[in-house]
């Protein structure tokens, strides 16, 4: 049960450059989240989607761009990296909606140089 | 301001000691609260999570109280192990723009020596 994976686990890219974070999950739930966690913050939503071709903003979604051809697979890029987005990505998926129970992948960590 | 404070920021206790994480949250329309764990490196993972007319819930060695009057929730952990080393999350879940809103606190790195 592969559950929810996401890769690169680490990156490393330089300012201005286009990156994407892939997020899978095995589950087939509706709903996936892209989040961010800073150091010393709560973790952050950048971006929803309750459906294939259904996205929607979450709290922090400047610099970033989301798609969702499949319901599994949830593609995170940031169109035109800065160092402001030096960050850990968690993906998550959930059965239902934002309120319920969510699970999280394993993270990726990234660095704007 | 809906806003969710975790303390102690981080706390060290011996093993098989217990110890207890506090989260207090300014947030409405409140609609639910959970804990989550998260170890180094990894996502975090969910202990209990509780709906407003529920003030306590157990998961194993893990204890959450919710007092939604004083708007405070505690997570208790009952004869630490090293396992238990991780960050504790208080996240409070919200009525916003017509839709649920996670809050997440910044959390409490616990780490438990021998």
């Known amino acids: 049960d592969a559950g929810i994976t996401q890769s690169p686990r680490y990156k490393i890219t330089e300012t201005g450059r286009q990156v994407t974070l892939m997020c899978h999950q095995t589950w087939s739930h509706s709903y996936m989240f892209w989040y961010r966690q800073d150091l010393g913050h709560g973790l952050r939503l950048i971006y929803y989607s309750a459906a294939a071709d259904i996205t929607d903003k979450g709290e922090v979604p400047d610099g970033y761009v989301v798609s969702r051809s499949k319901t599994e697979n949830f593609p995170l890029t940031l169109e035109s990296a800065t160092r402001s987005q030096t960050s850990v990505y968690f993906c998550?998926?959930?059965?239902?909606?934002?309120?319920?129970?969510?699970?999280f992948g394993p993270g990726t960590r990234l660095t704007v140089t | 301001k809906n806003q969710v404070e975790q303390s102690p920021q981080s706390l060290i206790i011996l093993e098989g000691k217990n110890c207890t994480l506090q989260c207090n949250y300014t947030v409405s329309p409140f609609s639910n609260l959970r804990w989550y764990k998260q170890d180094t490196g990894r996502g975090p993972v969910s202990l209990t999570i509780?709906?407003?007319?529920?003030n306590t819930k157990s998961n194993g060695r893990y204890t959450a109280t919710l007092d939604a009057d004083t708007k405070q929730s505690s997570l208790h952990i009952t004869a630490s192990q090293l396992s238990d080393s991780a960050s504790y999350i208080c996240v409070v879940s919200v009525l916003s723009g017509g839709y649920n809103k996670l809050i997440f606190g910044a959390g409490t790195r616990l780490a438990v020596h021998p």
């Open positions: 998550a998926s959930s059965e239902t909606g934002l309120s319920y129970e969510q699970y």
């Open positions: 509780m709906t407003f007319s529920e």
